[in-house]
């Protein structure tokens, strides 16, 4: 057992050390002309619709500035983000960008649902990484419709690509710093939405990286934002950072992996190198780790939100509240 358990660690340690050229090094710099970053209307709940606006400038202008230099690709991303009826909380342009979306009437909302994404999410993968139902996007838009279908209350979904998502191929992928400055960006998050809505119960949805991001925010919470969400769903998740779910302030955590994700077969260690850590920690989807399991099917890492399947299922269930219909893994 010792043996198999170095034997993992000297593999995680090699792969950091391989992939020292980070692909995330050569990630576009910001689109020259690109107007700053606007003066925004505090985040609450009557300004949200003049927020919207703004965004929808932001997003317009940065795309006339990527038409301006012949960046087809990000001029096309863009022109979708802006199109009548999308609204976004926040926007930017430089490096991977930032664009945070909200479906749904935040103000009015009693359940809300934010979507943590993980690696090589960027605003020119927003709506398409792969595929439509792959990007935070598209699941974020048939999450809003289960949502919809399940609840018996007002509901809003939160697409929160809001942290320097690291790229699969690169040393970040495998190191907690990115998870832990994401971490403190979703607690502020989190403290915006109880400003607009404080009625409103939370619960975060977090896909593979994205629960390590999840990890940090919720494992460093005070008490005021800790009532404020109903629980914390991971799935295709390569480890928490934290060694079990009581290490997660007190909230209610569900784990689930679908049968035919490849993150099962990562190593679940912790270690310090390079001057951070490396490895998430303990499996979410074990026993012993001590989460609530769901259903998550027969899929892979990027079906989880795709229309129609038991996982999206049994996520919207579990952020409408509906926790006892929810079906067990």
């Given at each position: 057992?010792?043996?198999?358990?170095?034997?993992?660690?000297?593999?995680?340690?090699?792969v950091?050390?391989?992939?020292?050229?980070?692909v995330?090094?050569?990630?576009?710099?910001?689109?020259?002309?690109?107007?700053?970053?606007?003066?925004?209307?505090?985040?609450?709940?009557?300004?949200?619709?003049?927020?919207?606006?703004?965004?929808?400038?932001?997003?317009?202008?940065?795309?006339?500035?990527?038409?301006?230099?012949?960046?087809?690709?990000?001029?096309r991303?863009?022109?979708?983000?802006?199109?009548?009826?999308?609204?976004?909380?926040?926007?930017?342009?430089?490096?991977?960008?930032q664009?945070?979306?909200?479906?749904?009437?935040?103000?009015?909302a009693?359940?809300?649902?934010?979507?943590?994404?993980g690696?090589?999410?960027?605003?020119?993968?927003?709506?398409?990484?792969?595929?439509?139902?792959?990007?935070?996007?598209?699941?974020?838009r048939?999450?809003?419709?289960?949502?919809?279908?399940?609840?018996?209350?007002?509901?809003?979904?939160?697409a929160?690509?809001?942290?320097r998502?690291?790229?699969?191929m690169?040393?970040?992928?495998?190191s907690?710093?990115?998870?832990?400055?994401g971490?403190?960006?979703?607690?502020?998050?989190?403290?915006?939405?109880?400003?607009?809505?404080?009625?409103?119960?939370?619960t975060l949805?977090?896909?593979?990286?994205?629960s390590?991001v999840?990890?940090?925010?919720?494992?460093?919470?005070?008490?005021?934002?800790?009532?404020?969400?109903?629980?914390?769903?991971?799935?295709g998740s390569?480890?928490?950072?934290?060694?079990?779910?009581a290490?997660?302030?007190?909230?209610?955590?569900?784990?689930?992996?679908?049968?035919?994700?490849?993150?099962?077969?990562?190593?679940?260690?912790?270690?310090?190198?390079?001057?951070?850590?490396?490895?998430?920690?303990?499996?979410?989807?074990?026993?012993s780790?001590?989460?609530?399991?769901?259903?998550?099917?027969?899929?892979?890492?990027?079906?989880?939100?795709?229309?129609?399947?038991?996982?999206?299922?049994?996520?919207?269930?579990?952020?409408?509240?509906?926790?006892?219909?929810?079906s067990?893994?």
């Amino acid at each position: 057992m010792r043996a198999r358990r170095w034997g993992r660690r000297g593999l995680l340690v090699a792969v950091a050390a391989t992939l020292v050229l980070s692909v995330s090094a050569a990630a576009r710099s910001a689109v020259p002309g690109t107007p700053a970053p606007p003066r925004l209307p505090t985040v609450e709940a009557g300004t949200l619709g003049a927020r919207y606006a703004v965004m929808r400038a932001s997003i317009t202008a940065s795309e006339r500035a990527a038409h301006r230099i012949g960046d087809r690709d990000r001029e096309r991303h863009l022109h979708e983000l802006a199109a009548p009826g999308r609204n976004l909380l926040s926007f930017r342009a430089d490096g991977d960008g930032q664009a945070v979306e909200v479906l749904g009437d935040l103000a009015a909302a009693r359940r809300i649902a934010v979507l943590v994404p993980g690696s090589d999410t960027t605003i020119d993968t927003f709506d398409y990484l792969g595929s439509r139902r792959a990007s935070l996007g598209g699941g974020a838009r048939a999450l809003h419709d289960e949502l919809r279908r399940v609840s018996r209350t007002p509901v809003a979904v939160v697409a929160w690509y809001g942290y320097r998502a690291p790229r699969t191929m690169s040393r970040d992928v495998v190191s907690t710093a990115r998870a832990t400055e994401g971490g403190g960006r979703l607690q502020r998050l989190l403290e915006e939405l109880r400003a607009v809505n404080p009625a409103a119960r939370a619960t975060l949805l977090c896909h593979s990286y994205g629960s390590a991001v999840c990890g940090s925010a919720v494992g460093d919470m005070g008490r005021a934002a800790v009532s404020s969400l109903a629980g914390l769903a991971v799935f295709g998740s390569p480890g928490m950072g934290v060694e079990s779910a009581a290490d997660l302030s007190g909230v209610r955590v569900w784990a689930g992996r679908g049968a035919r994700d490849w993150i099962a077969g990562a190593p679940h260690i912790s270690l310090s190198a390079f001057g951070g850590t490396l490895g998430f920690g303990a499996d979410p989807v074990s026993a012993s780790f001590g989460a609530e399991p769901f259903a998550a099917g027969t899929g892979g890492h990027s079906d989880y939100l795709a229309p129609g399947s038991l996982p999206l299922h049994n996520l919207a269930l579990i952020a409408a509240g509906r926790t006892s219909e929810v079906s067990r893994g």
